[in-house]
């Protein structure tokens, strides 16, 4: 069942970063105290960098037990281990390299030069299994309930690798799946399927800057999810959207409260 989307406005880019940032490590401290260790998916895009440059330089960072952190990624362009463009490196460079996080619960998507080299299917089911394996019975289903999961969203609607109308965005059986032809480059990219993110307790995009601002309205406003991926993006305990003045400004103002004078 969906949740109804919950909004928050910022009024810049930089303070919704911090804002985001603050709350994601209040998410995780809570989740590590209740359940012993936290599951958090990372989105690429520039809000998502944003967020992750932000916690590294918030003092409550140390709050957070690092070593019980599994991350996982929402999509990745399919790239050689390294190369600049690819999600996990941006991560790495934004934050991950300057936190005690166990290497073996950082489970990044296979890169084009790895064990599956350049077929994309492949590395895309590996992936898929990589969920399965960490799922146990009380998920009901092959991908772990990940406490929170984090979406850029794309001037054109799309969410992870999930373009507006091509088949990955329709995929109803598969957790993960290879992608060819988006047209965001590269073309060749890895990405969770919507039943994937919507396993989520918490799916949160993020919508920062004046060319998200059509985006954000058009997925708010009952858009179908083949047409507007971000649409479709909800999580099983609650849906968030994260924006700036910049990104709410084509919604309409009865979807969030105003601000104080
Ligand atoms: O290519 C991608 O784009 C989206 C959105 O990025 P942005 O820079 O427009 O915020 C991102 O969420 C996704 O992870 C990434 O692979």
Known sequence: MSTAPQLVV?????????????????????????RGSASVVLTGGRN??????ALASAPARD????????????DERFLPEGDPERNVTQARRALLDSVPLDPERVHAMPASDGPY?????????AYADELAASAGPENHGPVPTFDVLMLGVGPDTHVASLFPELPAVRETERTVVGVHG???PPPTRVTLTLPAV?????????????????????????????????????????????????AASQLPRSLYPPASP
């Open 63 to 74: 709050a957070v037990d690092w070593g019980r952190l599994d991350l996982w990624w929402g």
């Open 48 to 53: 998502g960098n944003g967020l992750l440059a």
């Open 198 to 246: 919507r396993a989520a307790r918490e799916v949160w995009l993020l919508a920062a800057g004046e060319d998200k601002a059509e985006a954000a309205a058009i997925a708010l406003s009952g858009a179908g999810e083949i047409q507007a991926p971000a649409a479709g993006a909800y999580g099983r305990a609650r849906t968030l959207w994260l924006l700036d003045a910049a």
């Open 117 to 125: 080299g350049s077929d994309v299917d492949a590395a895309a089911a």
């Open 10 to 34: 910022h009024r810049d880019k930089e303070l919704m970063a911090q804002a985001a940032a603050a709350r994601l490590i209040t998410k995780i401290v809570d989740a590590q105290a209740s």
């Open 182 to 184: 988006a047209p965001k």
